[in-house]
């Protein structure tokens, strides 16, 4: 927290502060709620609120926003299905999940004056490691000790299978790094840039239009950097699946 409080309010870094609300110490523990805690409630409040109004008539015709909704869901089903194939149904509320709620937050992070819970590292740490977990239990559940054939590739020489094991090995433990780096490192970067941006137009005053044009568009394209590094973590996810499901190198 003595790091946070040494950001100056006008640097562009200082949006990133995760904050609290309130003070509420439970025997000498801090239980107080960082302004990630809150904006992902929201987000799952979001999310609970708008897939319960959206298919709750479930009409033959459906309207604009059920309409909206099924594609929605086609459109993890389709990645479920060609990235793990039959095998991998049984997971899709998870991988469901997972894309609906790094969208809300990253969108929930585009609103004025929100908290973007996905430049935060400990979240997006969090999920990989969630996602890491459980592929490898599912792994281990499904083949047992032979999971263990995934880090030796056919067809290498043994000779050669001493120096590429630990390669192996090594990346796979790396993946919850670089899962959660990805996403981090683009919504922070993003944020950083926009925010530089708009100092530029308040410092320039009436010659801030151009400065001005330049914000909007990068607000759509970090709109939709949003959705592509929502999908870039939930594809990663199901591949990763598909390693665990068919032990596929």
């Not at 003070?23 to 929201?42: H, I, P, Q, T, Y």
């Not at 996602?131 to 083949?143: D, E, G, P, S, Y």
Request: net charge neutral; with cysteine; glycine share 6%.
């Amino acid at each position: 927290m003595a790091a946070e409080r040494q950001i100056d309010h006008d640097s562009p870094m200082y949006q990133f502060v995760i904050g609290k609300y309130g003070e509420w110490n439970v025997g000498g523990l801090d239980f107080a709620f960082s302004k990630a805690a809150v904006f992902m409630l929201v987000s799952v409040a979001f999310l609970t609120v708008f897939l319960v109004l959206t298919t709750n008539r479930r009409a033959l015709v459906p309207g604009r926003w059920q309409c909206l909704t099924e594609i929605w869901y086609e459109f993890i089903a389709d990645m479920v299905k060609e990235t793990v194939g039959p095998d991998g149904r049984r997971y899709f509320p998870f991988v469901f999940s997972v894309f609906s709620f790094i969208v809300a937050m990253n969108l929930l992070g585009m609103l004025p004056y929100a908290y973007t819970v996905t430049s935060h590292i400990a979240v997006t740490g969090a999920l990989a490691l969630m996602v890491f977990v459980l592929v490898t239990a599912i792994a281990l559940k499904r083949h047992g000790l032979h999971f263990l054939s995934f880090f030796v590739p056919k067809g290498v020489p043994f000779v050669m299978l001493l120096l590429v094991v630990p390669i192996e090995v090594l990346s796979y433990f790396m993946r919850p790094i670089s899962h959660s780096v990805r996403l981090f490192a683009n919504m922070t970067a993003g944020h950083t840039m926009l925010k530089v941006f708009g100092g530029f137009v308040v410092k320039m005053g009436i010659f801030g239009v151009l400065p001005l044009a330049l914000i909007v568009a990068l607000t759509g394209l970090e709109v939709a950097i949003a959705f592509l590094q929502a999908y870039v973590f939930t594809i990663l996810t199901c591949l990763y699946l598909n390693d665990a499901i068919h032990l596929e190198h």
